[in-house]
Structures are given as structure tokens and as C-alpha cells.
């Protein structure tokens, strides 16, 4: 397993922009498809994005498709969130997971390292 720690959140203006930040150690982290969700109060889990092992594949939900772009550096150990254009709604705690394979993946059920959030807030 891979030790996940996100970083990068904050408070920011509607149509700001943030980038979330998750480091990992461990020598087989380029092993791991990686993938970013969120959870706002009193709402379930959500997806917001996925990435595969090498990065040549990703995946985004829907209500972040032009805004926000997942990348990962793997000399690094690092996955990034590059959020833009933020919204209200994307207010949330964000969680970035890891799991061992070489696509993307979209269901939190398939993760099975977890770091420890970081809370997003935009305000209108």
C-alpha cells in the first residue's frame, strides 16, 4: 500500500481555481491507478476523477469535464487536481485513493488506500 496524503485545498471565490495536490510513498506507486472524489455535507461519496498508472488515460464525471484535469507525475509520487472555474457546489471534502492496477477506475468500491481529505469551499 501507498500512504496518500492531499494537500492544496482551501477557501476561494467562485470562478477561482485551486490544485489539490496527493502525495504517496512507496516504491510502486506508477503500479497504482489513482483517482480523485469528494464528499459534501450530508451527501454520499462521489467520483470526480481517475487516472491511469502511466497517465495516458483519464477519466472525468461529468460536472467537471472542461473545468477540472487530473495529472499525475510519477517521478514524484504525485497527483494533482487542477480545478477551475469553481463553482459553489464543488464545495466538498476532497479524497484522493489508490489501488493497484494500470487503468483508470471509477467506483470508490475499487480503491483501497484512502488518504485523509482536504476540504474545498468556494464561495458565490
Known amino acids: 500500500q501507498v500512504p496518500l496524503v492531499e494537500s492544496g485545498g482551501g477557501l476561494v471565490q467562485a470562478g477561482g481555481s485551486l490544485r489539490l495536490s496527493c502525495a504517496a510513498s512507496?516504491?510502486?506507486?506508477?503500479?497504482?491507478?489513482m483517482g480523485w472524489f469528494r464528499q459534501a455535507p450530508g451527501k454520499e461519496r462521489e467520483f470526480v476523477a481517475a487516472?491511469?498508472?502511466?497517465?495516458?488515460?483519464?477519466y472525468n464525471e461529468d460536472s467537471v469535464k472542461g473545468r477540472f484535469t487530473i495529472s499525475r507525475d510519477n517521478a514524484k509520487n504525485t497527483v494533482y487536481l487542477q480545478m477551475n472555474s469553481l463553482k459553489p457546489e464543488d464545495t466538498a471534502v476532497y479524497y484522493c485513493a489508490a489501488r493497484p492496477g494500470s487503468r483508470y477506475y471509477t467506483r470508490a468500491a475499487e480503491y483501497s488506500v484512502w488518504g485523509q481529505g482536504t476540504q474545498v469551499t468556494v464561495s458565490s
Open positions: 512507496g516504491r510502486t506507486f506508477s503500479n497504482y491507478g
Open positions: 487516472i491511469s498508472w502511466s497517465g495516458g488515460s483519464t
